[in-house]
Every structure is written in structure tokens, then in C-alpha cells.
């Protein structure tokens, strides 16, 4: 709702706002000598040129008014529509990014946290492993420090980036998630040599044991005090991270023990902003493909709620997209655009060139950094990087 500003230039929002986010703005503002309206407005201005963010929890939200551009309101509506999200929830996202970029000049500076991309479908056969290594290669070629760790058994990710799996019985990430090492996990690390990425990707194979990894885990949780299964990655992970800027696991296709250490490691840490670290979910434009969300979805809220941390959906990626499949394939396109939350980040259509790359064994970005595909990857790394 909105109404003249006395001298014309502005029209009064009235609108609601959780709380404790409210009272966090305008504590912000008086803080950094800035008026609540000019806030607000550079907020929401901001949000509307950026892709949707995760959704903010406005539980309890109360009466918030203040005056904002003539027109802007009408502006940020329509983009509240257009993602569908209500306008409680756009006005709260915004106001939740301008915080977290504008911190409390008193504040110290917040810790430094690792990035980190589960990127996860219970479903096989929909990119996995093309989105993890695409993305990771992005973000390399950009300067960011990768690590990209091959959690699916199968290895298909070390396979095509010509990484050796580490056989059965050897050090490895499976022997450090279960506390059967105390050897140095950054000696398993490979960087792929190519001057593109200037030994900024990384790679942490896959191993054969890792088919036994749920049921290792599960009795080490049971016999091991103080051992806990959600955190075995993390803790394997630890002490090697911060050598990197982003984290990127390429799960197996499965809902186990196993994702659900992942998508653990994936949860937003203290003092971290929403959206830095999350699940990126690849599907493709089939109904299979929206029932394997289901149940992976299924899996991330029974954690949140179990475990009591908070998973963003960082967006999904619509890979193999071929519209000469006929209706099936464009309605289920549109199916997943109308989400609106989580985003589609991307649409990667079924060309030749991802193929061509695996089977040299070359990083896509570096065979083909000009094709349509590669073209994707970097679109997907930007849409998350906020």
C-alpha cells in the first residue's frame, strides 16, 4: 500500500517485516548515519537487479513503513511476481542483503568462510558431475582457489578430469570421514594442469571404499562416542578447506547417510550470509526428474528441522534440454522456471561439446571455452556468486 510523499518525489510504503529484522535495520541505519528510507531503498533497488535470492523465514512479521521513489514499489511488486514470492518475503530478502553487506561499523570483521556447493539429485543421469566440474572450472578460471571433491564412488568426475581413483584400502576422503587416518588429506590432492586455471581447480578423487561408506559411517556413529554421521564430512574436510575459496562436492545419486553428511557440510554456518554455501540441484526437463526433487527436498527440510540449521537452495541447473522432444520437455521447462524458489540458474541444451570432453578427458572450459556449454557454466557460477 502506498500513498503521496508530501513533496511529491516519494510514496509512502506500508508493508511487514519480521521483528528482529526490522529492529536490525534500524539499528543499522542510525549506526551508519543513513536515513531508513534510503536503506530501504537502495535494499530493495539492489534485489531487483540481482537473481532470486533464498527465502527468508517471516514468521511473525509486523506492520514496517517507510517512503520509497515514486514507482519503485510498483517495480518491486511486479518483480515479486514475477518470482513468486510474496511481497513480505522480497522486502525481507532485500533488507537481509543489505545487512549482510553493510555490516555494524563497531562490529569486527566476520570470520572468513570457505564457500561450499553440494551439488545433489537423488536421480542419476541428470549432470551431476558436468555441473560440479563446469562451475569449479568457472570459478577457477575467475582466479577463486577450487577444490572439487569427487564424493560419488562411481568416480566419474576423477575419471573424466584423468584423475587416478584411489584403490580400496588406501588413504583416503572415506578413511578421514570415518577417523581411520591421521595422515594429511592434502596429499590426495591433484591440480589439473592447464594454464587456464593456474592451479586453482583442484581435484580430491573418488575411491572404491566409498561404496561401503554408509555403513562405515553408520557403525562408527553407534560404537564411537562423540562420533556423529552428519558430520563426517566436515570434519574429514576441516582441516584442509580454508586453503581454498570454494568447496564443490559432486554427490553421489543417492538420499544416505552419505548426502546427508553433505548436505550438513552445506548448512549456513554462524555469521555467514545466506546464499554464500548451499545445494545446487541439476534435474532435466522430465517428470522423473520433479519426483527425484521431491524426495531430495524431502531429505533437506527433515534435516533442517531435526538438526535445527538452515540449507539454502542456492538454484537447480535444467541440463540436456532439447525442445525438439516436444511437449514433455517444454512444459516441464516451465514447470521448473515457475518455481521461481529455488531458481533455475540455467538451461544447458544437449550439444556435442561436454561429450567431446569427457572422452579426452579435458576440462570443458579448457576443449571448448567458447561453446554454449561453457558458456552455461559461467552463468551458473554468476548467478550464485551474489
Known sequence: MASPYPQGDREKVASKLPVALRQEVKIRAAELAVDIQDVVTAAVTDWRALPPLPTVDTTGAESFSTWLPTGLYADFKETCTDRGVSYIQGLAQSVRRWLDNNPSPGAAPPPRVVRRIIVCNQKGGVGKTAVSAGIAQAWAEEGMRVLLVDYDPQGHLSQQLGV???????????????????????????????????????????????????????????????????????????????????????????????????????????????????????????????????????????????????????????????????????????????????????????????????????????????????????????????
Open 164 to 386: 587416478p581413483q584411489i584403490p580400496p584400502g588406501h588413504d583416503s576422503l572415506v578413511s578421514h570421514m570415518c577417523g581411520e587416518s591421521t595422515a594429511d588429506l592434502t596429499d590426495l590432492i591433484t591440480a589439473i594442469e592447464d594454464e587456464r586455471f593456474g592451479k586453482r581447480l583442484n581435484v580430491l578423487p573418488s575411491c572404491f571404499d566409498g561404496f561401503l561408506l554408509d555403513a562405515k559411517v553408520a557403525i562408527k556413529d553407534v560404537a564411537a562416542r562423540g562420533f556423529h554421521k552428519e558430520h563426517a564430512l566436515e570434519r574429514a574436510l576441516e582441516g584442509i578447506e580454508n586453503d581454498f575459496d570454494i568447496v564443490i562436492i559432486d554427490c553421489p545419486p543417492s538420499l544416505g547417510i552419505a548426502m546427508d553428511a553433505a548436505l550438513y557440510y552445506a548448512r549456513r554456518r554462524p555469521g555467514e550470509p545466506i546464499g554464500n554455501s548451499g545445494v545446487i540441484i541439476p534435474v532435466l526437463a522430465e517428470d522423473s526428474s520433479a519426483t527425484a526433487y521431491g524426495m531430495l527436498a524431502g531429505q533437506i527440510d527433515d534435516l533442517v528441522v531435526d538438526l535445527r540449521v538452515d540449507i539454502d537452495y542456492l538454484g537447480l541447473v535444467v541440463n540436456l534440454y532439447d525442445s525438439r522432444r516436444g511437449v514433455i520437455a517444454t512444459t516441464s521447462l516451465q514447470q521448473w522456471e515457475s518455481l521461481g524458489d529455488p531458481p533455475v540458474l540455467a538451461v544447458i541444451n544437449d550439444l556435442k561439446e561436454q561429450r567431446e570432453a569427457v572422452r579426452r578427458q579435458q576440462p570443458l572450459l579448457a576443449y571448448a571455452p567458447d561453446s554454449e556449454q561453457a558458456e552455461a557454466m559461467r552463468k551458473i557460477a554468476r548467478g550464485v556468486a551474489r
